[in-house]
């Protein structure tokens, strides 16, 4: 059975600082896509970034980087230069080929200091 | 403007009483999910239509029912909930399967049952 793992139930950081968010992962299948989503206070889920399994580099959108480490089995989020509009939760998710069930961690809530 | 459009927002209701969630996207997506999220639990999938056609229903008990009556437009009828049941419900679509950006999420519905 595949899970994630968020280890992080909270983080401070403080504004223009950067914060890296934990994410490992378990499955023995080769073939899959993990995905980063934010959450803020209204509920929506923002969809941030995404790296392949095959993918060789890692993911990069804007200020956010995905630093994928697929030996460890690990996909950490890295947020530069925080903004107080960062402060949400953040969900790490998975999905597999041929499946149409995206699975997540249990989220890690961010809070920006000024 | 997510793509993805829930009404209501925000739902109070009774536990004799009848109402549905609609979740409506134009972008294209062929299969649609509802989502529900509770404090302090990870996102739990509930139903799952691809091409309109239901393709997983996650042990849902009966008092949700979910309707597809095409790609673009998604319905969860609710009767007799139970106040456990009060989360905020999450309505998402993809592409089968999902591509790199995975779901796009609505902002969901609030319910509250008394």
């Known amino acids: 059975a595949q899970k994630i793992t968020q280890t992080q139930p909270g983080m401070f950081v403080q504004e223009k600082e950067a914060v890296t968010l934990d994410c490992t992962y378990d499955?023995?299948?080769?073939?899959?896509?993990l995905f980063w989503y934010k959450q803020p206070s209204s509920g929506e889920m923002i969809f941030l970034i995404y790296?392949?399994?095959?993918?060789?580099q890692n993911a990069t959108e804007g200020r956010y980087s995905l630093n994928f480490q697929k030996a460890r089995k690990s996909a950490n989020l890295v947020i530069s230069a925080s903004q107080l509009g960062d402060s949400a939760m953040y969900f790490c998710?998975?999905?597999?080929?041929?499946?149409?069930?995206?699975?997540f961690g249990a989220g890690t809530t961010v809070t920006v200091r000024a | 403007e997510t793509g993805v459009t829930q009404t209501p927002r925000h739902l109070v209701m009774g536990m004799t009483n009848k109402k549905s969630l609609k979740c409506e996207q134009h972008?294209?997506?062929?299969?649609m999910y509802w989502y529900k999220q509770s404090a302090k639990k990870p996102l739990e999938l509930m139903f799952v239509?691809?091409?309109?056609?239901?393709?997983e229903n996650n042990s849902v008990p009966s008092r949700f029912s979910p309707e597809c009556p095409n790609s673009s437009h998604l319905f969860l009828h609710l009767h007799t909930l139970q106040p456990e049941d009060s989360a905020l419900y999450l309505c998402?679509?993809?592409?089968?399967?999902?591509?790199?950006?995975?779901?796009?999420f609505g902002s969901g519905t609030r319910l509250t049952v008394v």
């Open positions: 239509y691809s091409l309109e056609e239901r393709v």
């Open positions: 499955t023995s299948d080769p073939s899959y896509g």
């Open positions: 972008l294209g997506h062929n299969a």
């Open positions: 998710a998975m999905s597999f080929n041929n499946d149409y069930k995206l699975s």
């Open positions: 790296q392949g399994s095959y993918d060789q």
């Open positions: 998402a679509s993809s592409q089968v399967p999902p591509a790199g950006n995975g779901y796009t």
